[in-house]
């Protein structure tokens, strides 16, 4: 199959087809598993890119309702007029959220929701008077999408370096991560508040805008917060002003076992974003959240809201949304997830942890990542032996071994699964057992590289 009119997405682009590696290309899909055009079977252990919470056999039922509203209205917008899809789910979205979040605005993705939440917490600042609250506030290496405003937040300095100055200016600050931290629990908490209280006060309290965090960091593997630090991140932005993002776009939509994972972390935000797992990827869309303060502000009279996305609230996406939230009551796709998370950390302990490669196995929810180590204890890999790790050797033997899973290095080099929410103990069980046989392997392969 050529893939010459393709262009792959965070992807050098000659590194497949006829002089490169066969490209995955799928086809169909069942449950938890991925077919390529082969016929070869994957376990989707990363629902594709964390998007596939209920799995892939709902398409039927999706189908139904999809045909249903493209029949009565297949378009229209949120600009001034809007449609029941829209409406019901805002109202549904609300139910759900933690107490205080009063609105939603609809997007196509990720990325088009972070900007969301930057410009509705621009338009609060400016309605109540502070019009020099320009910059924002994130964390190092993590990921909050690719749109320029978004790409200011993200702090991965090699995708963001190619595009120049950042259009919003951004201070990045550490992260949560207890493994590669000499403190721990609260300690490290009140080190990483006081971290974020300097930069806020050398950026100059008036000038900052938002802090945009992650509830559990992706990028870096599976940041899970030490405690206190939500409360105490609410506590610094109350004092100064500031309203608080969370960026839920995959640790949102039951990843953690809650609809939104700041329950998890006793996290009270300002402004909430979501994608992804939001239709469970059965149709592209997203979401940004406001809480009291922003939808009070939105609201002033003669305030007009300055954004709009043509697609956003699509009615298909958000009668596809609907469904979905109502097949994750009715299989109780929280409450596995729920019952199961220890299961999943136990069989990841048993079988990952204990590896001679594995340094560290962290994350909650169905949301774990093993970060790979050379002693199997805190060193850390060369960045030739990083980079032949992550970019050849763990990819190769993920498709020998049928998992799709993701290798990462935008931080320390790890190895990340997240189930679909409706896998059972076997699935689980086949997920971390493939993923045992790859990283296994991967050492024993890159000692003989002899790289
Ligand atoms: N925010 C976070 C936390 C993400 O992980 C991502 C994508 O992975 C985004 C935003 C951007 O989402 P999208 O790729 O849908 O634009």
Request: hydrophobic content about 40%.
């Amino acid at each position: 199959m050529s893939t010459e009119s393709l262009l792959l997405h965070f992807t050098a682009q000659g590194a497949y087809g006829p002089d490169g590696k066969e490209l995955l290309v799928l086809d169909r899909a069942d449950g938890p598993y991925v077919f390529d055009v082969h016929g070869k079977r994957y376990v989707d252990g990363l629902s594709s890119l964390f998007c596939a919470q209920i799995g892939y056999s709902f398409g039927e039922e999706m189908a139904a309702v999809a045909g249903e509203q493209l029949t009565r209205l297949a378009f229209n917008t949120n600009w001034g007029t809007a449609h029941p899809p829209a409406i019901a789910l805002a109202e549904k979205l609300v139910e759900l959220a933690p107490e205080g979040i009063e609105s939603a605005f609809f997007t196509s993705g990720g990325s088009e929701s972070v900007e969301t939440a930057w410009k509705l917490a621009r338009q609060y600042h400016l309605v109540n008077g502070e019009p020099r609250r320009r910059k924002a506030i994130a964390r190092d290496i993590a990921y909050h999408g690719v749109t320029l405003g978004a790409l200011s937040f993200t702090g991965v300095p090699r995708f963001k370096e190619p595009f120049g100055e950042p259009a919003i200016p951004t201070r990045h600050v550490s992260n949560t991560n207890p493994f590669r931290s000499a403190l721990q629990g609260e300690e490290l908490t009140a080190a990483l508040l006081a971290e974020l209280e300097e930069a806020i006060e050398q950026e100059g309290p008036e000038e900052v805008a938002i802090v945009i965090a992650e509830p559990i960091q992706n990028a870096g593997g599976c940041l899970v917060p030490p405690p206190g630090y939500w409360p105490g991140l609410r506590e610094i932005c109350d004092r100064h002003g500031i309203l608080l993002v969370a960026d839920e776009v995959i640790s949102g939509c039951g990843r953690l076992g809650e609809w939104f994972a700041c329950e998890r972390y006793g996290a009270r935000p300002d402004l909430v974003t979501i994608a992804k797992g939001l239709t469970s990827a059965y149709a592209p869309m997203g979401a940004a959240l406001a809480g009291e303060k922003v939808t009070q502000a939105l609201r002033t009279p003669g305030v007009t809201l300055m954004h709009g996305i043509t697609f956003g609230g699509h009615p298909l996406c958000a009668a596809i949304a609907l469904k979905n939230i109502e097949i994750f009551a009715r299989e109780g796709v929280l409450e596995n997830v729920r019952r199961l998370e220890p299961y999943l950390r136990r069989r990841l302990q048993e079988e990952v942890l204990t590896l001679p490669i594995v340094g560290d196995v962290r994350g909650d929810g169905f949301f774990f990542a093993a970060e790979m180590t050379p002693d199997g204890d805190e060193g850390r890999f060369s960045a030739e032996q990083v980079a032949k790790l992550v970019k050849e050797i763990v990819p190769r033997l993920l498709l020998e071994h049928g998992l799709i899973a993701r290798a990462d290095d935008r931080g320390d080099p790890v190895l990340q699964i997240a189930p679909p929410l409706v896998a059972d103990e076997a699935v689980l069980d086949e997920i971390v057992l493939a993923m045992r046989a790859v990283l296994s392997d991967a050492g024993e392969e890159l000692a003989r590289s002899g790289v």
